[in-house]
């Protein structure tokens, strides 16, 4: 029984990839940009970031994912340019893809800037139909391997500071329903919406809070919502907790080795109806900027 439910959980998450058509990873905290282009350049140098995540350790063929971004302002400081690329596998299906970003960005009062942001790349998303085992072989339905590449097009929003963000982003205007021969639709009233923000509050010289939040809507679908409250401790460990409403409570370590690296590590715990099919999820991230021109302890956090 716990097989077939297995399967079937799987199954569903093949559908929804293809219908998703990109990658949201749990430390959207530490790396804005991943889920809004309008981050590029925030962090007002270069930046690069890298993530492995182990989607629900346990399950025979569990999902994995890997991500790297590198964005930066240029010479002129109200452009800023990114770029992203992804690697997704879950069961039968792969997902690769990259993007690329341009944000126009503007002060919007003394240290806080407003940006605007287009993002356009390409998915290549592949489902392996002959990893499949059936009673009967000969079913035409399975088989042969299919392959599609589809465009993507987003836009985002967002405002920041060296203490707070806040944004909203359409990672992709273009929709595919599930595994069809069908091209993708330009519907901007079925594709996903994702608003996040956060605040870092300095409570003395040693200890600061950081609440956040990150609202995955879908007119499709429910939405998911992760609520996060994060310590920074001395200006160099990281520790939080996050809790997502599809029944996840995800615990977060990190440690800023110096001012330009930091490292990240975070852990998904089920509590909904599977969480006696999968171990959890593991996911670890490195960040590293580029080109600081001053020594200092405190580093840019947005």
């Known amino acids: 029984m716990k097989q077939f439910l297995t399967i079937i959980f799987l199954s569903a998450l093949c559908v929804n990839a293809v219908a998703q058509k990109e990658l949201v990873m749990t430390q959207y905290m530490h790396n804005q940009f991943a889920i809004n282009p309008a981050f590029a350049g925030s962090r007002e140098t270069l930046t690069a970031f890298a993530a492995y995540r182990m989607q629900w350790s346990g399950i025979p063929d569990a999902p994995n994912a890997q991500f790297f971004s590198i964005h930066a302002p240029l010479k002129n400081n109200q452009v800023a340019l990114g770029a992203s690329f992804f690697n997704e596998n879950i069961s039968i299906v792969r997902n690769t893809g990259f993007s690329a970003a341009y944000a126009y960005r503007i002060k919007a009062g003394a240290n806080s800037r407003l940006a605007l942001s287009l993002n356009a790349g390409l998915l290549s998303s592949k489902s392996s139909w002959d990893k499949i ?24 929003i967002a ?19 599930s595994f069809d021969d069908e091209s993708p639709v330009f519907e901007p009233s079925r594709t996903n919406i994702l608003i996040t923000a956060g605040y870092l ?3 003395n010289p040693q200890l600061s809070l950081q609440p956040s939040t990150l609202i995955r809507y879908n007119p499709d679908q429910s939405a998911i919502v992760d609520i996060s409250a994060n310590a920074l401790i001395q200006n160099r460990v990281w520790t939080g907790i996050t809790y997502r409403t599809n029944s996840e409570i995800i615990g977060m370590a990190g440690w800023q080795v110096s001012p330009q690296l930091r490292v990240t590590y975070s852990f998904d ?6 969480s006696s099919l999968n171990s959890g999820s593991h996911e670890i991230s490195l960040q590293f900027d580029f080109g600081y021109k001053i020594n200092t302890a405190n580093p840019r956090f947005f």
Not at 136 to 143: I, L, N, T, V, Y
Not at 165 to 171: D, I
Not at 269 to 274: A, F, I, M, Q, R
């Open 133 to 156: 085992s059936l009673t009967q072989p000969e079913d035409p339905a399975f088989g042969e391997s299919e392959t599609h590449i589809d465009p993507m097009l987003g836009f985002g």
């Open 159 to 177: 405002w920041y500071s060296p203490q707070f963000f806040a944004g909203l982003s359409v990672p992709d205007l273009f929709y595919n329903g």
């Open 201 to 203: 509050y300095q409570l």
């Open 269 to 274: 715990y089920p509590t909904g109806d599977l």
